[in-house]
């Protein structure tokens, strides 16, 4: 397997990254250098193993923790747009997105 | 009174401020003085104020009889963890200036406890990375030679400590960086099982791997942080376990006649340095001199734990720094045309190479059609490398061999070769996926008269068996009280 610079283009579009062209070059040579190793990876017989999320599964049965479905947090509106990089009026200022 | 402060442990700063002997206020005036004279870039932020208004908090508390377990103790916090107080920057540009609205749960359970905060720790770029060269406000050095990495991703937690700048500092281990650092600096580290130390505020990398522990010069210090650290965080931490809060420090004496050690085979290939080796080997005789004995023991996937972690963090990293967007906290870039040019530029302003690379990495193998192939193998094999951790239990209490290959590279020396940095994670690697507990403790020195680390990993909860060994293994060696050159 080996990524070809459309393959690293249409990576860096999902990863929402913009790559100057000798920047996606070293990219491409670095991440196929690093898939060299990840072959070794597909020899191996998986068959009927569960895949694993959370390690301590391993030994116990770990259900994801949920809570109650309330509010537990104070409004602390200033303080949470206190390192945006553009608020006005409380609201957070993106580019327009809707004509 | 004749130690100086900062040659003190934890232990013997706790307990001269609980006698008096000196107050809170001369203790972090002493280390703040000590942050600011630094020359191992370890330091990300300082602000004395807020150290000394924690200080002279911690006296008042001390006055008043309500001195808690560390109470006056100063400590540094690895720039992953959100501070209130401090600046927090994860060591990226994306996060320049960033002021977190909360404190993280370990931030705010330290100083309940009376910690004192000196300042934050430099580390790679969100924690990526095994030389602490990935940071963006440059590298971080070695204090026992400057031209050499303190290891990573908490390396300034490591330098720090050896340096004597602080005594005790927090550290989070992904694939080792806790342990690798600590190895690198001669002090003594360990990472809680996952799951044990409440993961919130810390920030995510790989949220399956990600686990917060202490950094400190003895296991001692580090059972007395680690006991102020653990237990659950039903609210804010999905992952974190039900289990209780422990006194670590409760079993630190107890004699290690009939532990059984065993001795991963793999750990010892080829691939480890004849100098490490021989540290590591000199360690393990001094356990069996106060009474363990070695058990040979396989590891048999430990070389798969490479692309294995090397698929699993970057995927979780891909998903996890998506919410660097440039709309509700960190960079933004100054010229685009629409909001998805903003997302794009300001990601590719905000983030360095080695983020990219696993974002990219992470991207990749999440995507449509290859998900299956690496994704998923890499988490039934993750099982599989867990499995065989049970195995080997069932042979041996604990598990021991050498925390990295070779002793701290040379600044710059892997730059253009990310993946012979992923390689040095081998002995690391494993204990993380597993998710098992695991530390370095200082076994001797290697090449360029550098230290080495004595890995010990344990099985799940076992912490205080860990802290145990490396405790005994510190009464009946030195190594832990060695200071590098002029400091």
Known sequence: ?99 | MTTVLHDMTVAELAAGLKAKTFSATEVAQHFVGRAQGDQTGSFLALNPETTLAQAKASDARIAAGQAGALEGVPLGHKDIFVTQDFPTTAGSKMLEGYRSPFDATLVRRLAEAGMVTVGKLSCDEFAMGSGNENCAYGPVKNPWDTSRVPGGSSGGSAAAIAARIVPAATGTDTGGSIRQPASFCGITGIKPTYGRASRYGMIAYASSLDQGGPMARTAQDCALLLSAMCGPDADRDSTSLDVPAEDFTASLNADLKGLRIGIPKEFFGEGLGADVRAAVDGALAELTRLGATLVPISLPRTELSIPVYYIIAPAEASSNLSRFDGVKFGHRAKDYTDLESMYKKSRAEGFGSEVKRRIMTGTYVLSHGYYDAYYLQAQKIRRMIADDFQNAFQQCDVIAGPVAPKVAWKLGENANDPVADYLADIFTLPASLAGLPGMSVPAGFGAHNMPVGLQLIGNYFKEAQLLNVAHRLQQATDFHLRKPEGI
């Open chain 1, 1 to 99: 397997m080996s990524l070809t610079s459309q393959d690293i283009d249409r990576i860096a579009n999902l990863a929402r990254l913009t790559l100057q062209s000798a920047e996606a070059e070293r990219m491409r040579e670095q991440i196929n250098g690093f898939f060299s190793i990840v072959e070794a990876m597909q020899a191996v017989d998986t068959t009927g193993i569960e895949p694993m999320a959370h390690p301590v599964a391993a030994i116990q049965d770990v259900q994801l923790r949920l809570r109650e479905d309330v509010v537990n947090e104070p409004n602390n509106r200033e303080a949470n747009q206190q390192s945006a990089p553009a608020v006005e009026r409380g609201l957070f200022l993106v580019p327009k997105v809707i004509e």
